[in-house]
């Protein structure tokens, strides 16, 4: 039996939902009793979180709806403008949620019931990975990127390379590095999803 498509803001709930089951459930096995390391930006293991699991309830299902909004774009402007913001936008939500994320995870404890509670609620990495595939996958169908693109592991790329930029911003800050706007075009581009003259692919020719 198919499964009921979720409009946008059903989605949206449906994703917030499960980050407060999330919450729940770690605050149920965990409470304050697992070891951790001196206290991380002065909040205790169960404060800092309780400020994760808030800042992902709050961030994930915009995030989501970012990557699902891609399918009105199929065939529309070029594809590599279409991603840029994508790119842009998940730099952004990785420094953001890495950022309150390193504090909570002090604890090797906390780090086990959070990735159960991942698995439970079906909002790990796939669901930002398939969203921007199937988008990939629409614009492969109708000519725009080549035949031998992969659209899932070009999604994995294009995700790995903003997570990267986040990672390296959070423990050697900005001065290091190209800017956000600079990471998000370089990741783009080096998805190849384009011709070399830097057009679309030509749709195929009926025969």
């Known amino acids: 039996m198919a499964t009921p498509q979720l409009d946008p803001h059903q989605k949206a709930q449906e994703t917030r ?48 709806r970012t990557l699902d909004d891609l399918m009105h774009l199929v065939g529309k402007e070029r594809v590599n403008d279409n991603l840029l913001p994508i790119a842009r936008t998940g730099i952004d939500y990785y420094c953001e949620v890495q950022s309150a994320a390193l504090p909570a995870f002090t ?10 509670a991942m698995r439970d609620s079906r909002l790990g990495l796939m669901s930002e990975v398939l969203p921007l595939a199937k988008y990939l996958a629409a614009e492969r169908r109708v000519g725009r990127i080549p035949p031998e693109v992969d659209p ?24 290091l590095l190209p800017s956000r706007d600079e990471s998000a075009g370089e990741i783009i581009r080096e998805l190849r999803l384009e011709s070399a003259s830097g057009g679309e692919t030509a749709p195929p020719v009926p025969r």
């Not at 390391?37 to 699991?53: H, S």
């Open 17 to 64: 939902r499960r980050v407060l089951e999330m919450a729940v459930f770690m605050k149920r096995e965990a409470g304050e009793s697992a070891p951790s390391y001196p206290r991380l930006l002065g909040a205790t293991p169960g404060q800092a979180v309780d400020m994760f699991l808030a800042l992902l309830q709050d961030r994930l299902p915009v995030w989501l």
């Open 107 to 116: 604890s090797p404890a906390v780090t086990v019931r959070f990735r159960e």
């Open 152 to 175: 899932l592991a070009s999604a994995r790329l294009l995700l790995a390379g903003c997570f990267r930029h986040a990672y390296y911003e959070m423990f050697v800050g900005t001065d």
